[in-house]
């Protein structure tokens, strides 16, 4: 019986299902593994379910290669050096398409929290200090009709842009690095300055990786508008997060809403001290079913690589 990895303590229906085809370890840790770590790994199984942070870099793919697939648990793979696991023989897979109402529903979360100040108004709550309904407290921007700018059109956009339009009647533009044509009412713009400089609302969709690796730095955040408010539920590192530090604290936007950070767990202090700011610890799928789902499409990935046939969702 092959021998199978699993990185992270996941659904235990999913770890009973892998138990039924392999001989099977869950790695009991919630640190990430480092690449000496995923070396050790790649010479001691034949397969390995593993998930966000864990470090398969080229230094992990050096010595003795035993493992021959990497079905990784989500849907971002940025984590993985693909070309260096290609020349060492072993494929990779994701979990594309069950994330991606889930994440598209997390972005709605950020968006009416940020803007209507639900963080901060539960923190007022919370401390005692409410003292009642008053026509001027906690103004925040109504969201129905305000434009939404997504950067990235892909599945996880696509959805973000569906529940704009048809649940809040707003109007939306986006910026792809390739033409794109989508079902939902939108219309493309050129480049990515334009889009900030003509949205209420930033929501960035990208994969990470390295094309996307600060996409949003300084100069596309000095183009939104004061009273624009930026959300981010793609890879932290697409974000400059110094950048959109000095912008949210000189004021020159006017909101953020993030559910991913550029060295998770690690949040900035002077992010979390923001009341204008809400912070999610990266809940983009975390829902059972979704979760479920996402370790049954690597589980089958797996179970088609042992088995000699095509895999479901190999991206390389």
Known sequence: ???????????????????????????????DMMPDEAAVALAGYDAILPTLGDQFTANAFGGD????VLANFGVGYNHIDVASASAAGVVVSNTPDVVTDATA??????????????????????????????????????????????????????AVAKRCHYGFDMPVIYFNRSFKEVEVPARQVDDLAALMSQADIIVVTVPGGADTFQ????????????????????????????ALIAALSEGRIAAAGLD??????????????????????????????????????????????????????RVG
């Open 1 to 31: 019986m092959k021998k199978l990895l699993i990185t992270r303590v996941i659904p235990e229906a999913i770890v009973e299902s892998a138990r039924a085809h392999f001989d099977v370890t869950v790695r009991q840790s919630t640190e």
């Open 65 to 68: 290669i035993r493992c021959g």
């Open 105 to 158: 529903d997390i972005a709605m979360t950020l968006i009416l929290s940020a803007c209507r100040r639900a963080g901060e108004g539960e923190r007022l709550v919370r401390s005692g200090q409410w003292l009642g309904w008053l026509p001027t407290q906690m103004l925040g921007t109504h969201v129905t009709g305000k434009r939404v700018g997504i950067v990235g059109m892909g599945r996880i956009g696509q």
């Open 215 to 242: 996409l949003i730095d300084a100069a596309a955040l000095a183009e939104m508008n004061s009273n624009a408010v930026f959300i981010n539920v793609a890879r932290g590192d697409v974000v400059d997060e110094t």
């Open 260 to 313: 991913v950070y550029a060295r998770e767990p690690l949040v900035p202090l002077e992010l979390r001290e923001m009341e204008n700011v809400v912070l999610l610890p990266h809940l983009g799928t975390a829902a059972l079913e979704i979760r479920e789902a996402m370790g049954q499409m690597a589980l089958d990935n797996v179970i088609a690589w042992a088995a000699g046939k095509a895999m479901p969702t």
